[in-house]
């Protein structure tokens, strides 16, 4: 048992932008488990504007400029920052005893989600990557048949992603320029990445990576929108795409990518992603020795087609599973999250996804990256030190408090809201 039992958790938002509405299900994972005994007390934003939203949202929490600010005022933060400022930010609070939860990617590089993992490890402070999409309910009911044995042994995990939203979500602010983000191959498909590992049993060992910008980058119309999150400008009826208006002054990134995978168990694995689709979705098929299956849909409403007999083409398949969770959105996973998190830090319970596996969704995201900006050449994963691997394996038990130490002052991260 966690010595976090003996009074409330006090945790701290840092970044108050589109993302840091996942704070909110701390209030609702207590409600439900009041063992957690958790509540945010602290906001850090540097921007007046995510200030404002922090007094809004948490009226009786103190809020504060940056960071390190909040040491000895919390004993837990939720980072929900802009992509580049997650590993500065992580290791500052790590270092300074601060359990984080860490919200996906990781980081923007390798070496970046390697720093971050030796922090935690060299520190033992409590590090949780807010992987959501593995508590989906498409993605819990698709693991589900794979570990049934319904389709015997994995060998392939494909996945299309067709990211119809795209011009609004990822090409009007900072998700545009490659310096803040690296990739959208890493930002938004590491949750997808996340997946394929899950579901073929292994992490990547090996990646060839292709894509290019397509249709956004012919878009003229640019401007800077500092101060506004994505709700401010999000409409379906921005369409076509090349009829886009406001997008970021700088769009580097890719708006059509894919990535081809070994993983270190020998099971192939393939991922596309587009930007430009006129539906929002993804496809996941798993092939293994004695069928494959398929999902339809990724929400509640949609279903999972399962085949295990041959014969020709055929919509129906041999079984059919429904899709249980909220019908738009992901709201049931990140509660189901954030409850995880607080378990772990709280009670000590041992978190289902490692940091290892969230590093191994930024290894497969960067690299892919990195080799679809020089040739489409191979590159193989590098592995993590023996020492960070041994502190993740161990069970996730906490007998004491964090000892806090002061932020290096020689480093201020920005907590821009994300």
Same mark, same amino acid.
Not at 366 to 383: C, E, F, H, K, Q
């Given at each position: 048992m966690s010595a976090y039992?003996?009074?409330?958790l006090r945790v701290a938002v840092i970044g108050m932008g589109q993302r840091s509405a996942i704070a909110r299900h701390v209030a609702e994972a207590v409600a439900a488990d009041q063992r957690l005994q958790a509540r945010v007390t602290a906001v850090a934003d540097v921007t007046a504007a995510g200030s404002e939203?922090?007094?809004?949202?948490?009226?009786? &929490?103190? =809020? %504060?400029?940056?960071? *390190? @600010?909040?040491?000895?005022?919390?004993d837990a933060a939720i980072v929900t920052t802009p992509d580049w400022t997650h590993a500065e930010i992580a290791i500052d609070l790590l270092r300074a005893g601060i359990a984080v939860y860490l919200e996906k990617p990781l980081a923007i590089t390798v070496e970046d989600a390697d720093a971050v993992l030796n922090t935690a490890a060299e520190?033992?402070?409590?590090?949780?990557?807010?992987?959501?999409?593995?508590? &989906?309910? =498409? %993605?819990?009911?698709? *693991? @589900?048949?794979v570990d049934r044995g319904e389709i015997g042994e994995v060998k392939a995990v494909w996945c299309r992603h067709f990211v119809g939203n795209g011009g609004d979500y990822y090409f009007k602010d900072w998700h545009a320029d490659s310096?803040?983000?690296?990739?959208?191959?890493?930002?938004?498909?590491?949750?997808?990445?996340?997946?394929?590992?899950?579901?073929?049993?292994?992490?990547t060992a090996r990646v060839v990576g292709m894509g290019s910008l397509s249709v956004y980058g012919d878009v003229t119309d640019r401007r800077d929108r500092s101060g506004e999150l994505m709700g401010d400008w999000f409409s379906h009826d921005n369409w076509p795409p090349l009829a886009q208006t406001g997008l970021n002054p700088v769009v580097d990134v890719e708006d059509v990518s894919m990535v081809m995978m070994t993983l270190d168990n020998g099971v192939q694995a393939s991922y596309e992603q587009c930007?430009?689709?006129p539906d929002y979705w993804r496809n996941y098929t798993v092939i293994g020795t004695e069928g494959r299956l398929e999902n339809i849909g990724d929400t509640g409403g949609g279903v999972v087609k399962v085949w295990n007999h041959r014969r020709g083409w055929d919509t129906a398949g041999d079984r059919e599973y429904p899709i249980d969770g909220v019908q738009d959105g992901h709201a049931d996973a990140d509660l189901l999250t954030m409850t995880e998190f607080l378990r772990s830090v709280v009670l000590g319970e041992p978190a289902e996804l490692s940091p290892i596996a969230a590093r191994a969704a930024?290894?497969?995201?960067?690299?892919?990256?990195?080799?679809?900006?020089?040739?489409?050449?191979?590159?193989?994963?590098?592995?993590?030190?023996?020492?960070?691997?041994?502190?993740?394996?161990?069970?996730?038990?906490?007998?004491?408090r964090p000892t806090t130490q002061s932020l290096s002052p020689t480093h201020p991260a920005q907590t821009v809201g994300s």
């Open positions: 039992t003996d009074n409330p939203r922090g007094h809004v949202e948490y009226p009786d &929490a103190l =809020v %504060v400029e940056h960071h *390190r @600010e909040l040491v000895g005022q919390v520190t033992g402070t409590p590090l949780y990557v807010g992987h959501n999409f593995r508590h &989906a309910a =498409v %993605v819990r009911l698709m *693991r @589900e048949i310096s803040k983000v690296n990739s959208l191959l890493l930002q938004k498909a590491s949750h997808d990445l996340d997946v394929i590992h899950a579901l073929g049993g292994g992490d930007h430009f689709t930024v290894a497969a995201g960067a690299l892919a990256t990195r080799s679809l900006r020089t040739g489409s050449v191979p590159i193989d994963v590098p592995p993590l030190p023996a020492e960070t691997i041994a502190h993740f394996s161990r069970p996730a038990t906490h007998s004491t």
